[in-house]
Structure formats: structure tokens, C-alpha cells
């Protein structure tokens, strides 16, 4: 089994919806994290937290919001979905902090949700 | 403006040969370097690391060196395989919480 799954894999839905992205992991890491790529624009971070209590906006956090249900649960949510939102989004998870060599700095990554807004 | 930079978008390598990677990046403050590797349909791989106290670490055909004074780093591959065709990314750890991406490299080794 993955370290950290992503469900759905694949999705395709219209404009208006809303979707959540689902995120686990058997870690045991604190950190996790939602990113999303676009061709030509790199990896870019939606939002992340440090643990359940902390949540944390990113680079790109608008139309977006999250949930941390639990160490182990990290969601993404659009509420309302437009096509500009149709990307590959991946979650990651990591290590606390402990030094520039513990680690800690390491992102374990999901598979990806590839998500279409039609 | 983008803080990484990897201004070249793709690298075509024969087998056996060497495949160099380059990056660079603004901010003279950024101190943690690190390399993923990714492949189609997979999430990114930690590939290897380097701190600024270093200029050089080095695992197995996978070596990476780090420039301060011209804030560039690169990723040597010796000899490239096949299976190290993948896109690789550069990324600056920001003040021990985020990491800033560079956009990728896309590597294909040829036989």
C-alpha cells in the first residue's frame, strides 16, 4: 500500500460543482500539504498544516478550502469548481522540523487527483 | 518573479553519458537545496539534498553541487539510464516551513 493514497485519481465534473480531494497517510507524519501543477507553471502550494489545530493558507489558496480530520486526513475542497481549476493536485506529506539534516524537510508525495472542470 | 529557475526546460542525453542539470535561484538567504525526480502518472521523489555549508553531496551516480556566490546549483547524473528520464525539479526550503519549486527539467536518456 502507498504512504500517502490520493482519492479520487481521476475526476472530471462541471462547472459549479463541489469536490473534494481526499488525502491519507500512514507516515505518522505531522506535516502535510496540497499542491497543484500546471504545465508550464511548476508545483504551487494551495495550503498546508503543521498539525490537526494548524492550518495554513499557501500560494494559491483562493476557490480552495481544507480540512485535517485527524494526523492521518488532509482534504481539499472547491466549493465551487470552475475551469481554471482543472489540474493535477498532489498532497505530500512531511516530517516536523528538526534540522537542516533530519529530514524533516523531505516531502513524501501522493500519486496525484487529476481533476477537469468542464 | 520566480525565486528558482530552471531555464532549461528539457535535456535530450545519450546512455552512459554525463546529464547536468541546472538551477539558480535570487535569494542569498535560502540555505536548503534539494532535487526531485518525477515520473508520468506518480507524485514527485526526493532525489537528494545539499545544505549551504556544503558545495558538494554526493549519493551514488547522483551528485549535486552548490555555487553560493553565483546562487546556482546543478545536478550531475553519471553515467545517465534510461530509466533516469524524468522530470526534475529544484526546490528552496523557505524559512523551515515551505519549499519553493523551480519548473522542471525534463531529462530524456536515450539507448
Known amino acids: 500500500d502507498a504512504d500517502v493514497t490520493q482519492t479520487p485519481r481521476n475526476r472530471i465534473t462541471k462547472t459549479g460543482k463541489r469536490i473534494m480531494l481526499e488525502c491519507s497517510q500512514t507516515?505518522?507524519?505531522?506535516?502535510m500539504y496540497w499542491y497543484r501543477q500546471d504545465p508550464g507553471l511548476g508545483l504551487r502550494l494551495i495550503y498546508y498544516s503543521f498539525d490537526v489545530k494548524d492550518i495554513n493558507k499557501g500560494e494559491i489558496s483562493d476557490g480552495y478550502s481544507v480540512s485535517r480530520q485527524a494526523q492521518a486526513k488532509f482534504s481539499l475542497s472547491l466549493e465551487s469548481a470552475i475551469p481554471n481549476q482543472t489540474a493535477l493536485y498532489f498532497c505530500?506529506?512531511?516530517?516536523?522540523?528538526?534540522?537542516?539534516?533530519?529530514?524533516?524537510?523531505?516531502?513524501?508525495f501522493g500519486a496525484g487527483s487529476r481533476l477537469t472542470v468542464l | 518573479d520566480q525565486q528558482v529557475k530552471q531555464n532549461s526546460p528539457s535535456l535530450s542525453v545519450q546512455e552512459g553519458r554525463i546529464s547536468i542539470l541546472n538551477c539558480d535561484y535570487t535569494?542569498?538567504?535560502?540555505?536548503?537545496f534539494l532535487w526531485y525526480k518525477k515520473y508520468p502518472a506518480e507524485g514527485p521523489t526526493f532525489l537528494i539534498s545539499?545544505?549551504?555549508i556544503k558545495d558538494k553531496n554526493e549519493d551514488g551516480r547522483f551528485t549535486v553541487f552548490l555555487n553560493k556566490s553565483a546562487k546556482h546549483l546543478s545536478l550531475h547524473i553519471v553515467p545517465s539510464q534510461p530509466g533516469d528520464s524524468a522530470v526534475y525539479f529544484c526546490?528552496?526550503?523557505?524559512?523551515?516551513?515551505?519549499?519553493?519549486w523551480g519548473l522542471g527539467t525534463s531529462l530524456a536518456v536515450n539507448p
Open positions: 505530500a506529506t512531511s516530517l516536523s522540523w528538526g534540522g537542516a539534516n533530519s529530514g524533516a524537510n523531505v516531502l513524501t
Open positions: 535569494n542569498s538567504m535560502f540555505d536548503y
Open positions: 545539499i545544505s549551504s
Open positions: 507516515k505518522g507524519h505531522d506535516r
Open positions: 526546490a528552496v526550503l523557505v524559512g523551515h516551513r515551505k519549499l519553493i
